[in-house]
């Protein structure tokens, strides 16, 4: 299962869900979480749309590297 229908299954049923990133690394996702990077992936071209979820989920410290600009791009917004 890619990352996008994680996340997205995260936000529909409100529950936290592990995924497991490509180096075997098993990634904790919080619903927040999931909305935060879902709606960052949403705004970006096709093209780096590929480039971010390749990625999330080529390991755990790129999903946290990612998830990071993320939530400072959510604070910017506010």
Known sequence: M??????????????????????GSNIHITPEDAYSLVSVHDSLSLENQKKMRDLLEESGDNFFKVLSFCHERFI???
Do not use: P, Y
């Not at 890619?2 to 869900?17: A, F, K, P, Y």
């Open 2 to 23: 890619g990352i996008i229908v994680s996340l997205q299954e995260t936000i529909e049923t409100e529950n936290e869900s592990l995924f497991e990133a490509k180096d």
């Open 76 to 78: 910017e917004e506010d």
